[in-house]
């Protein structure tokens, strides 16, 4: 049995990990961090592709901080 270490995960498993634990559907993270579609999250979120550049500010600060572009997750409204 292994212990989950989210810091040694890659960033498209961390954010996974961190929408799940948010309880966010793929629709409703596309929506809050304003990506392109729900097919192009499934397929970050899989490794499929490589976060771009574009997007990966909004998915850093969702993953480490848990902002989006409509603000908080956690209702600090920083």
């Not at 799940?20 to 809050?32: C, K, P, R, S």
């Not at 304003?34 to 993953?63: A, C, T, W």
């Amino acid at each position: 049995m292994s212990i989950l270490k989210f810091h040694d995960m890659p960033l498209y498993k961390q954010l996974k990990c961190v929408r799940v634990m948010y309880d966010l559907t793929q629709a409703d993270l596309v929506e809050m961090l304003r990506l392109k579609d729900v097919p192009l999250l499934s397929r970050i979120e899989r490794g499929e592709i490589p976060i771009s550049r574009y997007y990966m500010e909004r998915i850093q600060n969702f993953v480490y901080e848990g902002k989006t572009l409509t603000g908080s997750l956690e209702g600090d409204n920083q």
